[in-house]
Nanobody, 123 residues
């Protein structure tokens, strides 16, 4: 069982930056691929980024590529999402998720989810 707790959301002006954190419970954090997803009001939850257990492999949605960076610190059981050059269309609740071993862009493949953290980007 893995428990995930996100933090770091907030209100920021367009062009600004935020760093989200997701702290995970458990002693086998490095065996889990981690993902970030987001859901805006009225929209389906969508993939943002994923990172392998070692941190060596990452993959991004086209909409955030070049602006967002996913990383992890296995010693701290934490995954991060650094968000730069934020746009109003990045406004959403951001969720982190975990699945065993392999990265995936599909939310259906993830077994564990956090409660989400709100990110609001004003124009």
């Amino acid at each position: 069982q893995v428990q995930l707790v996100e933090s770091g959301g907030g209100l920021v002006q367009a062009g600004g930056s935020l760093r989200l954190s997701c702290a995970a419970s458990g002693r086998t954090f490095s065996s889990y691929a981690m993902g970030w997803f987001r859901q805006a009001p009225g929209n389906e939850r969508e993939f943002v980024a994923t990172v392998s257990g070692s941190g060596g492999n990452t993959y991004y949605a086209d909409s955030v590529k070049g602006r967002f960076t996913i990383s992890r610190d296995n010693a701290k059981n934490t995954v991060y999402l650094q968000m730069n050059s934020l746009k109003p269309e990045d406004t959403a609740v951001y969720y982190c998720a975990a699945r065993r071993i392999y990265t995936s862009v599909s939310l259906r493949d993830y077994d564990y989810w956090g409660q989400g953290t709100q990110v609001t980007v004003s124009s």
